[in-house]
Structure formats: C-alpha cells, structure tokens
C-alpha cells in the first residue's frame, strides 16, 4: 500500500521529531533505521527530504528565526520546529508548489501543535514566499 504525499510529510515530521529528541538528549541514533522504523518501504521521497532538512538544519533554522519576532525555533515545541524545518526545506530546496507546502505544513500543524505555533508556522512561511 502506497502512502500519499501528506501522509508521507507526516512520517518525515515524525522521524524528524525523534531525530530532534534523540540527538538533544545525546541519544545515539542512525538516521536509516528511524526511517525504516516509521515508513515499511523505501522511499526516495522521505529519504531525501529527511537527509535534507537534518544536512540543513543550521540554515533552516537560521532562515525561520529571521523571519519570527520575539521568537525562535527553539521556542516553538519539538513538533511545530519539526514541521517548519520540512516546509523551509521543501519551499528551499524542491519544486513543490508554495501553496501546497503551506497547506501541508499548516494540516500538520493543527493536527500535531496548539493554535499558536500554527500561527507562527503560517506566517514565517508566508513571510519567506513572499520574499
């Protein structure tokens, strides 16, 4: 059974958020296995983009800080900094239409964080398409 893309940006999330966990308490931990953990079969999709948001964190974050006021990405709970990253990453560095990564990443966000981050989610995305 083939997932779809949003359920696919969703296992992404996922494995970014363990990823995000494990290395902040030191926690060994190989990237291929969280993936195979979370997803049955191979895909390039999620592999790509998991390797890429991880490669690119520093840039990803640097990115979505200049765009909050008063607030960074490490005040935003391990979940909404997980789906922000995804989006950058995807606005950045894939054709994905902009629409459809806001909408992806706004989904994700009512699902899995409070109002607030859905908020701060939605307009530093809006901020960077805008640019």
């Not at 969280?34 to 999709?45: M, P, R, S, V």
């Not at 990564?101 to 966000?109: H, K, M, R, T, Y």
Request: charged letters at 30%; aromatic letters at 6%; one cysteine or more.
């Amino acid at each position: 059974m083939s997932l779809t893309r949003s359920e696919l940006r969703e296992k992404i999330m996922i494995i970014l958020y363990q990823y995000d966990l494990m290395t902040n308490n030191k926690v060994k931990c190989n990237i291929d296995s969280l993936i195979k953990d979370n997803i049955a079969i191979e895909n390039d999709f999620v592999k790509d983009i998991v390797y890429g948001v991880i490669t690119n964190t520093k840039a990803l974050d640097e990115i979505a800080n200049s765009k909050m006021i008063d607030w960074n990405i490490s005040r935003i709970d391990k979940t909404g900094a997980a789906i922000l990253r995804l989006a950058i990453y995807e606005l950045k560095y894939t054709d994905t239409p902009e629409v459809v990564v806001i909408n992806e990443a706004v989904e994700l966000a009512k699902k899995y964080s409070d109002e607030s981050v859905r908020k701060i989610i939605n307009a530093v995305l809006d901020k960077i398409i805008k640019e």
